[in-house]
Structures are given as structure tokens and as C-alpha cells.
């Protein structure tokens, strides 16, 4: 989950998101449908399920880095508390609501993840409910069971890569990394762990 606060162009992102909504409605409204996929290449990307086992309530224990990718010493914030996800358009999309607090604060945030069929693969795309704005997406898929995801941002007006981890530890255990990369990728900063158990 990329928590940092240094988002840019959020203005452009919410016009994307805005534009995609409206090309989406007027498809509808003018009865044009999408091609549908031949069975082969349903059954082939069929990666839409890949969230089913996430659905549902989880108590969460995060711990965050505070200053990631500084030269200060290394300071874990801890919080605990609530994630609920909740399926979208027949499991297609989900929606992520985060909600945990620790002696430093609280983080309030969501999380929407669309799949994309064409490309089998998933953007997860966070806002921090702070200030309302959607962060860059990261887009990746599961493998045996870890899910990976990949995209770019800004931290402190410099440009970063931010990698996302998800590992099922079970069907009620789970745990998520962030990692922030400034070097291309080459090497990585974890700052973000959370463990999930469900309720």
C-alpha cells in the first residue's frame, strides 16, 4: 500500500479515472458491447478470481517504515486494526477499506483493484483517505499463490519504483509488503508489513 504523501499530477489521475467511467457509460447507453473472449482465452486469463479468498473482515498488525529511503535510522511505526474486502461486478473488482491506529496515529485508506482481462492482471490503485488522492497504480498478477506488483511514483520529487507483495500464508493468514526501489530496481526498501488474520 503505498502510504507515502508525495502523490503528483493527482488531478490528471482523477480525470483518467473520470474519462474511463464516462466512456464506460456512454458504451452502455449506446448498447455497444466488448467483443467477448473465446473460451480458450477465458479459460487461459481467468485470473478474476484471484482476490476470492480475500473477501471478507481481517484484524491487521502493519508496521510501517517511517522514513523510507533516507539516510535516517530505520524507525517502525506500529498500528493495528481493521481491513474489510468487499467483491465489485462479480468479483471483477474489490474494494479495499483499511482502517488501523497505533501511538502515532491512524491510517485510513482504500484500495481498488480492477482486473483487466485482456492483459490477466490486476492495478491496485491506493488513495489515503488524509487527502483524498489516488496514488500511481501497481499492476501485476498471482503465481503460486504470491501475488506481485509493479509500478512508479515520486518520493520527496524523486522518481521510485514501488513494488507490492502479497503472500498467502493459508485461507485465513496473509501478509502484504511494500518495497521502494531508487536505483530501477536493482535493489529494494521494504516499508510497509501487514499480517492479516481473518476474523
Excluded at 493495528?80 to 479495499?96: E, F, H, K, Q, S
Excluded at 485482456?118 to 501497481?138: C, E, H, I, K, Y
Excluded at 521510485?160 to 530501477?184: L, M, T, Y
Aim: charged share 25%; net charge negative.
Amino acid at each position: 500500500m503505498n502510504t507515502h504523501a508525495k502523490v503528483t499530477m493527482p488531478q490528471k489521475r482523477i480525470l483518467v479515472v473520470c474519462m474511463s467511467l464516462l466512456a464506460l457509460t456512454a458504451s452502455a447507453v449506446t448498447g455497444e458491447a466488448a467483443p467477448l473472449p473465446s473460451t480458450a482465452q477465458s479459460v487461459a486469463a481467468d485470473g478474476q478470481h484471484d482476490f476470492d479468498w480475500e473477501i471478507g473482515t481481517w484484524r491487521s498488525q502493519v508496521r510501517v517504515l517511517a522514513n523510507p529511503l533516507s539516510e535516517a535510522p530505520d524507525e517502525w511505526l506500529e498500528f493495528t486494526g481493521t481491513t474489510v474486502v468487499r467483491p465489485l461486478m462479480d468479483r471483477r473488482a474489490n474494494v479495499v477499506e483499511f482502517d488501523v491506529k497505533g501511538p502515532t496515529g491512524r491510517i485510513e485508506a482504500l484500495n481498488l483493484r480492477l482486473y483487466e482481462p485482456q492483459a490477466d492482471r490486476w492495478s491496485l490503485t491506493f488513495v489515503n483517505m488524509r487527502d483524498g488522492l489516488l496514488a500511481p497504480a501497481v499492476y501485476g498478477g498471482f503465481s503460486d499463490g504470491v501475488g506481485e506488483f509493479y509500478g512508479d511514483d515520486q518520493l520527496d520529487g524523486r522518481p521510485i519504483k514501488v513494488r507490492f507483495r502479497i503472500v498467502r500464508q493459508g485461507p485465513d493468514k496473509a501478509r502484504f509488503e511494500q518495497a521502494f526501489s531508487e536505483d530501477g530496481g536493482a535493489t529494494w526498501e521494504t516499508n510497509w508489513i501487514v499480517v492479516d488474520r481473518r476474523i
